[in-house]
Each structure stands twice: as C-alpha cells, then as structure tokens.
C-alpha cells in the first residue's frame, strides 16, 4: 500500500511536478521543440544520431560504488521509419588505464497506443572490459526494458521496467514525471531556443547486484550486510533480495536547442535508500554535460 500511494503520487499527482525518462537512446526532432533529456518523442523517420556525455560519478539505478568515478560516453542510435531502432554506446572511466569500461549493443521497438499513450520494448547486451574500474553495472550484462509514457499535456509520466540479468539478477522499476518549459524568444537567431525540465523521480527494485559487486572486488569485510541465497550460511542476508524503494532525485536539465544538435547541462540530486552492504551511499550531487546530434 505503501508503494501503492507513492506511485499514484507521482504519476497522478506529480504530473503537475516533474520527472524525466532514462537519458536520451532515441534520436529526437529538434526541430519540433523536444527537450534533450527524454525519450519520448522519437524520430518517426530513418535517422541517425550521435552523442557523447560527461558525468561526475557512474550511478546504477540510484547506486554508487565507494569511489567516485567520472566518465566520458558517446553513443549512435539508428531509427527506422516503423518504429525500430537500433543503438550502441561505450563508456570510459577518467583516470584509469582500460581504453574503453563498458559497450552497451541494443535494439528495440517503439509503438503508439495512442497520441498521449506511448512506449518503448528494448534489449541491450553489456560488455566490460575485463580490466576495466570497478564499475557496480558488472554484475548484470543483459537488460530487459519496458517503458510506458503517458502525456498528460501540462506534463508526461513514465514507467520503466527493467530485468536485468548475468551473473546476478535484478528487476527496477522506475518513475518518472516532467514538465517541459522553454523560452520564448532567441539566443543567436530564430532556430535556437532554451529549454527548461525540471523533473523527479523514483526507483524501486532488487539489488541482488551488491553481492556480486563485494565479492568480485573482495570487499570481505562487509560479507556481513550482503545477501546469500543459501539459508543455511551463517551470515544470513538482509534486504538485498527484497523489492524495495531505492532512491529518489530531484534532477535539472537546462539545455541549448538548434534544428539538428542540443548541448545539455544537468544537475541531479540523488537520496539513496535501503542501502545494504558496501554500497554505502549517501546523498550525492551529480552534474553532466550531453552534446549530440540528428542526421537525417
């Protein structure tokens, strides 16, 4: 019941607020006014998009490791005109030797039940570098997603499922609302325009992932507060198998928009709850810069 209230909160009640989707996978028509940071409003037409990101710290659906990890991404993403896409991005921790940490391959579909009703069915296949940082996405190299979006024409709402799998598995469920505010008049000339989303969110889920991560990366010493599937081991689990809320944030994009490309910078406050185990987050900033842009 508890959950229940939370997300009538924020896809009811919060649609006069704010939250936003996962960061940007689809090619998006700027030259229709669409803000950066969503994926709602996709390219209905053969298109292709590039992009590359900067961000203060690695986070893993509202988890950070114990050292903080800045990076550079890119990514490409095809879009057909009926609705498939395909995508691929690589990752790379600053300050660490591997070329690359992480390429992500997927691919999707995306379809309309009606004009405010829409949404996205993807998969996508991690690989990390064996010898990459300490990166907690590691223990799961598939993703299964399922995203819903619904425009309530003073602000959208998502909900996002995910099930991720490897060598540990989890289900998140994230939700999201926005609201998108954008200038009225012009930077340089009458092609740009500054938008404006301020958003919040929420995620809940599994985090089956911290045992892996502790004991991939020999973290022994916190065997005590990580899950263990056997229920005879004589340090018995806490929560990491139970689905509960994860984190809330509070983010805000602020981005400059030209017909074919969009510079964006976000700021994000993150609340971690139902810590366990040597993920011992706390209440964290995260700032990130996204450059990318539209061929079609």
């Known amino acids: 019941m508890k959950y229940f209230c ?15 989707a996962k960061p940007w996978l689809y090619a998006k028509d700027t030259t229709v006014r669409s803000k950066a940071d969503t994926t709602d409003t996709v390219v209905k037409k053969m298109s292709v998009s590039a992009g590359v990101s900067y961000g203060s710290d690695v986070q893993f659906f509202g ?40 390429i992500d391959l997927g ?20 690989l990390f570098n064996k010898d990459a940082a300490q990166i907690i996405k590691s223990a799961s190299s598939n993703d299964l ?22 060598k540990e598995s989890d289900i998140f469920v994230t939700i999201n609302t926005t609201k998108h505010f954008e200038s009225n008049w012009n930077v340089f000339d009458d092609k740009d325009y500054i938008s404006f989303d301020p958003m919040i969110s929420a995620i809940l889920g599994t985090q089956n992932f911290v045992q892996r991560y502790a004991m991939d990366h020999d ?9 263990f ?26 981005a400059y928009n030209r017909p074919h490309y969009t510079f964006e910078f976000a700021y994000k ?6 810590v366990e185990g040597q993920l011992m987050n706390r209440h964290e900033s995260f700032y990130n810069l996204t450059f990318y842009y539209v061929f079609y």
Request: charged share 15%; aromatic share 20%.
């Open 63 to 102: 988890r950070t490791g114990p050292i903080t990890y800045p990076f550079v991404s890119s990514d490409v993403i095809f879009n057909t005109k009926n609705g498939f896409f395909v995508y691929g991005s690589a990752l790379k921790v600053l300050g660490y030797n591997p070329f690359f940490d992480e």
């Open 269 to 274: 406050y993150s609340i971690p709850v139902n």
């Open 6 to 20: 939370l997300i009538l909160f924020l896809i009811t009640g919060s649609a006069l607020h704010a939250a936003v």
């Open 145 to 166: 997603n399922l995203k819903n979006t619904y425009d309530w024409k003073f602000a959208k709402s998502s909900v996002i499922v995910d099930y991720l799998f490897g």
């Open 107 to 126: 691919g999707g579909y995306l379809f309309n039940f009606s004009k405010q009703f829409t949404g996205t069915v993807s998969y996508t296949r991690f």
């Open 229 to 254: 599937s056997d229920p005879d081991a004589p340090r018995q689990a806490h929560d990491n198998s139970m689905f509960n809320m994860l984190n809330y944030s509070f983010k805000i994009p602020i």
């Open 219 to 227: 973290y022994r010493q916190d065997e005590d507060n990580i899950y």
